[in-house]
């Protein structure tokens, strides 16, 4: 899954916006626009290709007087994508733990790496 950075902020502008499980967010294309310093059309463009990518669904939404209102953002396609990206997130977990560990050990004297390797 390749996001661009606008993409990405998009996405965590939708998650904040994501305040109770139950109910998906609906933020405004010009609030986004606004807290990202971008224009709406920028949005526009960048949630039409979440939406074709999957990771995200709109729905139109009406007021009680029955005119167009926010869209309603459905994140399954994102929940649906996370575990798949789980056994990256392990990878760079051991790598980093790994680096930390080679670290560790040179800044050991020699006889107290030998110690520490035996046992």
Known sequence: MNLSPMQFNII?????YWYDASRPPFPTKKD?????????????NN?????????????M????????DSNIYHLDGL????????PDFAREKDAKKALR???????????????????
């Open 12 to 16: 965590i502008q939708l998650l904040e």
């Open 32 to 44: 986004m626009a606004d807290r990202m310093g971008v224009t709406v059309r920028a949005i526009q």
């Open 47 to 59: 949630i039409a290709l979440l939406e074709k990518a999957g990771l995200i669904r709109r729905e």
């Open 61 to 68: 939404r009406r007021t009680a007087a029955g005119d167009y």
């Open 79 to 86: 929940i649906e994508k996370v575990p798949s990206l789980e």
């Open 101 to 119: 560990q080679a670290r560790s050990d040179a800044q050991l004297s020699p006889l107290r790496r030998r110690v520490r390797t035996k046992g």
